[in-house]
């Protein structure tokens, strides 16, 4: 699932935004306001962690931009305002959860997972399907032709990464930027050697191929359009 945190501490940042990586996540990181009100109603996010003091525009304005662009995208507040006034007015504008700093990374994890399961019901948008792969976003569940298959942490987010973006070529330095947030170093096969493996589970027991190298450019996941 891929989360948006606007935070303009940088070593608070890093340290959220390292952590739910970690935890199998995809994350964008902001540090301002207008950045992150901007990401906010551009791109698909399963959830939001919003600071409320920020610069350019706070955490309620970015809030109240988008619901009232009709998006109703799950909004966790961390931040250091812990008057209950405070609390109270950022429930008030639509937010869904509001925890205080400082904080320990597994409430804000168990938080974090509770927004994203709240609704029994799976939406459209938390099963991402290519042919007949489909990945449940919330159960963490990979299948191909009904048949289970298991992925790793990495793998499970690589696989998530291509899904989001089939039909696109993704570069190595995207695909290591957003998965093992690092920068791609040429010399390293990491990248390579991931794919591979995620074929072997997705694609080798399998006649349609789903994961596809573009040569010199990067990889695509693209399932067979029926004539």
């Known amino acids: 699932m891929k989360l948006l945190v606007v935070e303009d501490e940088p070593k608070t940042g890093d340290y959220v935004r390292q952590g739910l990586i970690e ?16 990401l906010a109603l551009t791109e698909a996010y399963d959830l939001l962690i919003l600071d409320v ?50 904080f320990v990374f597994s409430e ?9 399961r709240r609704g029994s019901k799976v939406k459209e948008s938390e099963m991402l399907r290519a042919g007949d792969l489909e990945l449940d976003l919330l159960r963490r569940r990979v299948t191909r032709a009904g048949r289970r298959i298991e992925l790793t942490v990495k793998e499970f987010s690589l696989l998530e990464l291509l899904m989001r973006r089939q039909g696109e070529v993704l570069p190595r330095s995207l695909i290591a930027s957003q998965v093992w947030d690092m920068n791609f170093d040429s010399d390293t096969n ?11 589970k997705i694609d080798d027991d399998f006649e349609q191929k789903l994961i596809h190298t573009a ?4 990889y695509v996941l693209e399932a067979p359009t029926c004539s």
């Open 108 to 116: 804000l994890l168990a938080r974090v997972r509770t927004l994203l």
């Open 190 to 200: 990491v990248i390579d050697v991931a794919v591979r493996r995620l074929r072997a």
């Open 23 to 38: 935890a199998g996540f995809i994350v964008d990181l902001v540090r301002d306001g207008a950045d992150g009100l901007h």
């Open 215 to 218: 040569r010199g450019m990067g």
């Open 53 to 102: 003091m920020l610069p350019k525009l706070n955490g309620w304005q970015i809030l109240g931009g988008i619901r009232k662009a009709g998006k109703d995208t799950p909004v966790l507040f961390l931040t250091a305002r812990d008057e209950v006034d405070d609390r109270v007015h950022g429930l008030e504008l639509g937010a869904d959860d509001y925890l205080v700093k400082p």
